[in-house]
């Protein structure tokens, strides 16, 4: 069955860095669009970036533009996310999830996505 596993969270101090990992299985994962989004607490779901199925193009939701790095692995499955000089307002749970073809990147609904991991919490606080 399909699964996609987040992994990499923790708590940090405010400019430090962290970096998200997402394994995919029981789908093509090289033919799809992947993207992140992120459960803020008291304001919801959040996009964060997407990246397309060959890496060709990115996206990033502007509050995280020029701080965070989305990139992917498509011989090993596997989904990143590199943040740095993360701020508290990054503090959220982050989900890796599998577009459904035909929507617009920078979806934060889950009824957008076929596939959403469990998701893996990050705390930026000092």
């Known amino acids: 069955q399909v699964q996609l596993v987040e992994s990499g969270g923790g708590l940090v101090q405010p400019g430090e860095s962290l970096r998200l990992s997402c394994l995919a299985s029981?789908?093509?994962?090289?033919?799809?669009?992947m993207s992140w989004v992120r459960r803020v607490p008291g304001k919801g779901l959040e996009w964060v970036s997407s990246?397309?199925?060959?890496?060709?193009?990115?996206s990033y939701a502007d509050s995280v533009k020029g701080r965070f790095t989305i990139s992917r692995d498509n011989a090993k499955n596997t989904l990143d996310l590199q943040m740095n000089h993360l701020k508290p307002e990054d503090t959220a749970v982050y989900f890796c999830?599998?577009?459904?073809?035909?929507?617009?990147?920078?979806?934060?609904?889950?009824?957008?996505?076929?596939?959403w991991g469990q998701g893996t919490q990050v705390t930026v606080s000092s």
């Open positions: 999830g599998k577009l459904r073809r035909g929507v617009g990147w920078a979806s934060y609904k889950r009824d957008d996505y076929d596939y």
């Open positions: 990246i397309s199925a060959a890496s060709t193009s990115t």
């Open positions: 029981g789908f093509i994962f090289g033919n799809h669009i």
